[in-house]
């Protein structure tokens, strides 16, 4: 049963990045209706991520308090209807700008809650040597509902127009949460299709420190936590390499490699197919390596070596010369720089145990501020020193999120005392 619902948690990070990555193939009809500049337009990506940020400690809270069931399910509704809210703001309205600002900011505190929540899930459902895995398929919908936006969306764009495409959107999302609705339950031991044996299974393999009990929250503890410090600076980096590849890949193959908006589509699937790919094989690879050399090596040493492998593909693939060449190379760096995502959730479950939905915001709000800048910097770099100048500070930060890492332990659990040092 914790496999069925772990897969239900894939079909709604799909469905999230599908309905947050959908403005970017809508991008160029949307800008060119309402007449925006390429840095208004960032200002509508970054809209999104303000919203999706602010709101990931309150997320966190409420996968805590209300349970991942209920929470996920009023998030996947809100952010459907605010998908099509999107769609129905008018070009000739006044402040249409701000409407749309206004619009996708709401989205983003809707989606707020799927990965907090989906982290609670994991830290009372999945046994701590089955965390890498399960992180890896929800996070393999990151990849999966952004690499199927391209060819998907843009179909719907040049046959029904941009706003069709939020429809779409607006609709899968609700029957998915609807899904997850019906499936899931807050604990194992409250779900009727989870045998004596794997209620057994999952109760070995969890952790003492997560008591089925609700404990009051550490804030104090959490905000002064080294750790939490450590895997928040080094997620911020991961956000901005990343959304540099959701807000802008599309058009920087459109505009500043001259392809065509089909071909654009075609090769803008390879960053996300690595993705999918690498974060599955990152889940993998961090069980595994778990297994043999326990948690310090297993969660920590994967993301070190996987984001300065970004870091040098980023840097490789914008000098290189042909498109194709360029897009392969930069493919491998969103890859490389996925096989350290199932890490960052699974070592936060790990050591924060009871308040992992808690820390986990916390953790996910360093990501999406970082997306958000790079949302609206990363055009002004481009504009102002060329797109090559805007992956090699991608790179840099890679470098810097990789050796944070390296103060990171998940062996010291957070309610352990004194780990405010």
Known sequence: MRALLVFVLFLLSTVAFLDRTNIS???????????????????????????????????????????????????????????????????????????????????????????????????????????????????????????????LLNAIVESHGWRASFWFCAVVGCIVGLVWYV???????????????????????????????????????????????????????????????????????????????????????????????????????????????GLRWGRCGLPVVALLLTAIFLALGSMADSAGVATVILAGGAGAIYLSQSAYWSVTADFAGPHAGVVAGVMNMGCQVGGAITASLTPWIAAEFGWKSAFFVAAALAVIGAFAWLLVDPTRHLDQPGLEQ
């Open 183 to 293: 499936a899931a339950r807050d604990r194992p031991d409250e779900h009727p299709r989870v045998s004596d044996a794997e209620l057994e299974h999952i109760r070995a393999g969890i952790d003492a420190a997560t008591p089925a009990a609700r404990p009051p929250i550490p804030w104090r503890r959490i905000f002064a936590n080294r750790d939490v410090w450590a895997l928040t600076i080094s997620y911020f980096t991961f956000g901005y390499v990343v959304w540099i590849f959701f807000s802008w890949f599309f058009i920087y193959l459109a505009e500043a490699r001259g392809l065509n908006l089909k071909t654009s589509a075609l090769y803008s699937m390879l960053p996300f197919i690595a993705m999918t790919i690498c974060c599955l094989l990152g889940g993998v690879i961090n069980d595994a390596v778990v297994k043999r050399h």
């Open 25 to 151: 193939i809508a991008g160029v009809a949307l800008a060119q209706e309402y007449g925006l500049t390429q840095v208004q337009l960032g200002w509508v990506f970054s809209a999104f991520l303000i919203g999706y940020a602010g709101f990931q400690i309150p997320a966190g809270w409420l996968a805590v308090r209300l349970g991942p069931r209920n929470v996920l399910t009023l998030g996947v509704l809100w952010w459907g209807v605010f998908t099509g809210l999107t769609a129905i703001v008018s070009p000739t309205a006044g402040h249409a700008l701000l409407a749309l600002i206004l619009v996708r900011f709401g989205l983003g505190v809707g989606e707020s809650v799927i990965y907090p929540a989906a982290n609670q899930f994991v830290a009372r459902w999945v046994p701590v040597h089955e965390r890498g895995k399960a992180n890896g398929w929800i996070f393999a919908g990151v990849g999966a509902g952004a690499g199927l936006t391209p060819p």
